[in-house]
């Protein structure tokens, strides 16, 4: 049995998305929180109060601006799907009218070839 006729697959393909989402975000932050700690370690005049401080504010800033580029990324993708899906469309309604056009000239040239033989 194929995977796609498994039951279930869309639910579990779907498990498997939000996980692997969930584990992006995870080191998504976890690479934001490193960043802040060494843009706050050369800052050594700062309080440990003033350095968390700037640390969560750099990690909400990172986490913002790769949630902004994820936005953007996903709403490009679903422009090119739509983009894909029209062209797909085209082509398939090009090929069956040529596939209607061949039959149609299969046909004609079957009905002149008869008629001839027959008249013939």
């Known amino acids: 049995m194929s995977a796609a006729g498994a039951p279930y697959s869309g639910d579990i393909a779907m498990g498997i998305n939000q996980l692997e989402g969930y584990l992006l975000l995870q080191a998504e932050r976890d ?13 050594d005049w700062l309080t440990v109060a003033q350095r968390q401080e700037v640390e ?5 800033d990172q986490l ?3 949630e902004q580029m994820l936005r953007k990324v996903a709403w490009r993708c679903e422009e090119l799907r739509a983009e894909y899906r029209a062209v797909h469309l085209r082509l398939r ?9 061949g039959i149609a000239l299969a046909v004609v ?12």
Not at 56 to 60: D, I, L, S, V
Not at 93 to 101: D, M
Not at 109 to 120: D, E, K
């Open 31 to 43: 690479l934001a929180s490193e960043r802040a700690r060494r843009f706050a370690g050369r800052l």
């Open 56 to 60: 969560r504010r750099y990690t909400q």
């Open 64 to 66: 913002d601006v790769t």
């Open 93 to 101: 309604c090009r090929l069956v009218a040529a596939l209607l056009g």
């Open 109 to 120: 040239a079957t009905a002149s070839v008869t008629a001839a033989f027959v008249a013939g």
